[in-house]
């Protein structure tokens, strides 16, 4: 994983995507102007950006991992680094701080002759803070750059490679485990993995690091214990947080953050279709692969690559590793797609199809609830997506770039949530559907299967939720207005043991269908034909129903309750567009 980050490091570097040798993105709030002779001309405020406040713009800029020591960074650092500047409660430690960054400077004077840098040194060497106009709201913790007529010193070439060497390590060899090559490892690995959710999901957290003794393996310490020399320890993970800033390139779902690139530029990503797929995107996709196929053209071989990460503590773990192909993951994810499709609630015909995680779709304004998000309990109307299991995201994803099926633990859990519940929402029904197909061989069939009501289904568990949404119909319309359901008593039961309980659910709907023959006898013949539509191919109740079943029995049921809205929707217009005709020709 790390060798292909460093090849994509060295692409993105090629591009000049990728910052220098030990630089990173810092933002830096102010900006000290001087002219030519070292004379102070002011402060400038930079920009903020991204809604952050008195944070200032990002600048690339010299990087150095900072311990509980006195680090200096070069030209870009803290105010009570730079300047020596304090807060009332001063102590020696800004004084040694101040003096380590004067002393980087003018080495870097020495080494480079740059006359701007020159320039900042003699500044600093007889600096005066008294006599300086410092802005009011300058704080110590804020960074600050140096600007020497219009010139940031920290972008000259001469400078960055200066910085380059002085960071750069030195010591006995080892061979590093990335590029194979004998150099001296890094001690710390030098650039933080910034954007994993967790408490240090902004200061960013190390994918190798010993910090105890139980970490450590053959007496070697901190990031020894896994040699990696400094320059692949810089690209891999300064690749990662580029991926980490297109939107397209990584996905969050809960804790998990998957990464994607492939080892050449192509005009494909998987981040949109999975985070927010629109309807087109996706049909455009699903025919591509089709057409594709039947045409046997040739495929896109371009090796694709995908990482799932998480924190722990203060650092890394590494989820899952995915090596394939472009093509491959195009045609996984055509069939995940067609696999969770499933008419809507309503009976819509139109397929829905589902992100992994929820988000507000601005067009219709509404959320859309995620696959992952329809395995958690609803808290406050609404399901927290950060307390999911990190492996309902990993498998979730495999089975859309890899094809790999579905583990029965994530039918389990939709199951439960069901009965919890009392309810199969469409996303639930999608995912139960998923794993009930994916666990199958592929057949040109499946594009169909499941995915509405299907008479022709004669397995007894799906016959069983069928029924249950029968008698939930009859239910409310004989009792119209009516709050508590069969559901809400039975579905449990129904759904796991069905022989236990539809004997009784019977004889409560017969009473039902006797008050409807008296008082709406069109709805009682059609409610009665349903009945029998279900009944007669039904031989007995199963006295307990497996795992697979259960979800069996969850589609029967939506996609009984589905059709029947349906029906109630295309009466009601019917009805709506006879009495118009007679209406016209009474006036």
């Not at 007889?126 to 600050?144: E, F, G, Y």
């Not at 040109?444 to 995915?451: A, F, G, I, K």
Request: proline residues 7%; hydrophobic residues 40%; charged residues 25%.
């Amino acid at each position: 994983m790390l060798d292909k980050l460093r090849q994509l490091a060295e692409r993105l570097e090629a591009n000049g995507d990728l910052a220098p040798p030990h630089y990173d993105w810092l933002r830096i709030a102010w900006l000290i102007d001087l002219d030519g002779e070292g004379r102070f001309v002011g402060f400038v405020r930079t920009p903020d950006e991204e809604g952050r406040k008195a944070r200032g713009k990002r600048f690339l800029a010299p990087h150095v991992q900072r311990t509980s020591g006195v680090e200096a960074n070069l030209l870009a650092d803290r105010a009570d680094y730079a300047l020596g500047f304090v807060a009332p409660d001063a102590s020696e430690r800004t004084e040694r701080a101040h003096g380590a960054f004067l002393a980087l400077v003018k080495e870097c004077a020495r080494v480079t002759n740059e006359p701007t840098v020159a320039t900042v040194a003699r500044f600093l060497e007889t600096l005066d803070l008294a006599a300086l106009d410092l802005p009011q709201d300058l704080k110590p913790r804020d960074n600050v750059t140096f600007r020497v007529d219009g010139v940031l010193s920290i972008e000259l070439p001469s400078v960055q490679s200066f910085w380059a060497r002085v960071c750069e390590p030195r010591g006995e060899e080892a061979q590093c485990l990335v590029c194979g090559q004998r150099r001296p490892p890094a001690q710390r690995h030098p650039v933080k993995i910034k954007g994993i959710p967790g408490p240090q999901r902004g200061t960013g957290m190390a994918l190798v690091s010993a910090n105890e003794e139980a970490f450590e393996s053959y007496g070697q310490k901190a990031s020894l214990i896994s040699p990696v020399c400094d320059e692949c320890a810089q690209r891999y993970a300064k690749a990662l947080n580029a991926l980490r800033d297109k939107d397209d390139s990584h996905i969050v779902v809960g804790p998990l953050v998957y990464y994607f690139w492939t080892r050449e530029e192509v005009a494909f990503s998987p981040g949109r279709l999975l985070s927010s797929p629109e309807p087109d995107e996706v049909r455009a996709l699903v025919d591509s692969v089709r057409t594709g196929r039947a045409r046997d053209t040739t495929a896109d071989v371009t090796p694709f690559y995908a990482a799932a990460l998480s924190a722990s503590g203060g650092r890394v773990v590494v989820r899952d590793w995915l090596e394939t192909t472009v093509e491959q993951v195009k045609q996984s994810l055509a069939r995940w797609f067609r696999l969770q499709s499933v008419t809507g609630p309503w009976g819509e015909t139109e397929a829905r199809h589902f992100p992994l995680r929820g988000y507000w779709r601005d067009q219709t304004n509404s959320w859309v609830e995620g696959l992952a998000d329809a395995v958690l309990p609803k808290v406050g109307g609404r399901r927290n997506i950060d307390q999911v299991n990190p492996n309902v995201p990993k498998v979730l994803l495999g089975t859309a770039l890899h094809g790999d099926p579905l583990p029965m633990c994530l039918l389990s859990d939709a199951v439960a949530r069901c009965r919890a519940e009392r309810e199969v929402t469409q996303p639930r029904a999608a995912l139960i559907k998923v794993v009930l197909l994916s666990n199958q061989p592929y057949t040109e069939q499946e594009d169909n299967n499941m995915e509405q009501l299907d008479p022709e289904n004669r397995t007894p568990a799906y016959l069983c939720g069928r029924l249950l949404g029968v008698l939930e119909g009859i239910q409310r319309a004989a009792l119209p207005g009516i709050q508590a359901t069969i559901l809400d008593r039975f579905y449990g039961t129904a759904s796991s043991a069905p022989a236990s309980v539809f004997g009784t659910l019977l004889r409560g709907a017969q009473a039902h269908l006797g008050k409807l023959r008296k008082t709406n006898e069109p709805a009682f013949l059609a409610l009665q034909r349903r009945l029998e539509e279900v009944l007669v191919p039904l031989p007995c109740f199963p006295a307990a129903l497996s795992l697979p079943e259960q979800g069996l029995f969850a589609l029967g049921y939506y996609h009984q309750r589905a059709a029947d809205r349906a029906a109630a929707i295309a009466h009601k217009q019917a009805s709506a567009a006879k009495e118009q005709p007679e209406s016209a020709e009474s006036q």
